[in-house]
């Protein structure tokens, strides 16, 4: 299910979303400051481009809750509102309840991406 499951991702809902990560983090990547949030974005838009087989960790300290306030304030919240209402899209057939459930995942992901790790 893990290659079919990601190609059909990709074309319907996993280029849009990917790219939607790529554009916050050229965004972040104009300021300097900004360069390894942009960064992590750029991992975060390979999960969202093929996200079927891997997994979401959680972790992270101090540092992480502040980067993770700031981000969610400036890039966090439109983030996760376009994946949690793609997800609700994709979850009203039967069919598109496994892609939906991945829109779901990254939206969690959207709000509070530092200090997780992709594993798969």
């Known amino acids: 299910m893990g ?3 990601n190609v059909l991702w990709f074309i319907f809902g996993g280029l849009i979303s ?4 790529c ?5 972040w990547c104009i300021t300097i400051v900004g360069i390894p949030i942009g960064v992590q974005c750029f991992k ?3 999960l969202s481009f093929f996200p079927f087989g891997k997994e979401v960790e959680y972790g992270g300290g101090a540092g992480s809750l502040i980067v ?4 969610l304030v400036l890039s966090g ?3 996760a509102i376009e994946h949690a209402v793609m997800g609700c899209i994709l979850c009203v057939t039967i069919i598109g309840i496994p892609f939906g459930l ?7 992901l959207a709000l509070m991406p530092f200090g997780a790790r992709i594993v798969g």
């Not at 990917?18 to 990560?21: A, C, N």
């Not at 554009?23 to 965004?27: A, D, E, P, R, S």
């Not at 991945?102 to 969690?108: E, N």
Request: hydrophobic letters at 55%.
């Open 18 to 21: 990917g790219l939607s990560w």
């Open 44 to 46: 975060f838009a390979g």
């Open 77 to 79: 919240l439109p983030l």
């Open 102 to 108: 991945q829109q779901f995942k990254i939206a969690k």
């Open 3 to 5: 290659c079919l499951g």
């Open 68 to 71: 993770n306030i700031l981000w």
């Open 23 to 27: 554009l916050v983090g050229c965004l």
